[in-house]
């Protein structure tokens, strides 16, 4: 079974400031790892993906397999990064897509 | 290019009746998807199409529960009868084989209140 654990609701941090969001997984072969974002009143869309270890909008995440996680980080958070981040997991091409319940972020001025 | 389109954008019913939703998938691709996404959870797979071909449905509740995609292009879901916790976000999905389906679509989503 694969399972998907964004253990924060909520986090709140201020402009400027490093923002972790935290996601751990549950699945016995190689997953693949994705964050989705939904801004407000917008579609859900996808952030990025760990197969091409890339940086978008100053997000990056590792995949860690050794703790089973796939933390997503900024190092300068933005207020125009407020939104609902959703991690994604999918045990094989073309499999179906797992996403945790997600995590709120709010980024203060 | 157009996105997912979704129809209708709201819909509330009282239990015990039936709804169908529309989804138009972008232009070419192949694997179309729909997800339940109840509130203050993500999204949850119900079904996945290849083409006009059923990939996965194991979650989805064939008592009431029923999707197609005829000509592989657009589909419908349809619920019946529903009940009171069918109420939630149906969202539809569609992505090209040509990236083996690592990007997912999304569209705006159908928000159902059963009553």
């Known amino acids: 079974a694969q399972r998907v654990t964004q253990p924060e609701k909520l986090l709140s941090v201020f402009k400027g400031a490093p923002v972790e969001l935290k996601c751990n997984y549950s699945y016995s072969g190689s997953p693949e790892l994705f964050w989705y974002v939904q801004y407000s009143r917008q579609r859900l869309q996808l952030l990025l993906r760990h197969i091409s270890r890339e940086s978008i909008k100053g997000f990056t995440a590792d995949l860690n397999k050794g703790e089973t996680s796939f933390h997503l980080k900024k190092p300068f958070a933005q207020e125009e990064d407020s939104a609902m981040y959703y991690c994604a997991l999918r045990g094989t091409s073309y499999g179906k897509l797992t996403f945790g319940q997600g995590t709120i972020l709010t980024v203060h001025p | ?115």
């Open chain 2, 1 to 115: 290019e157009a996105g997912v389109a979704q129809s209708p954008r709201y819909k509330i019913i009282e239990k015990r009746q039936s709804v169908a939703f529309w989804c138009n998938p972008i232009s070419g691709h192949a694997t179309l998807y729909w997800y339940q996404q109840i509130l203050g959870q993500g999204p949850k797979l119900l079904i996945q199409f290849q083409n006009n071909g059923v990939v996965d449905d194991s979650q989805l509740p064939k008592d009431r529960f029923s999707a197609e995609r005829l000509k592989g292009v657009d589909s419908t879901l349809k619920i019946q009868p529903a009940k009171l916790e069918d109420s939630a976000v149906y969202l539809c999905a569609s992505s090209s084989i040509l990236d083996r389906g690592r990007t997912q679509y999304f569209g705006p989503g159908t928000r159902l209140l059963v009553l």
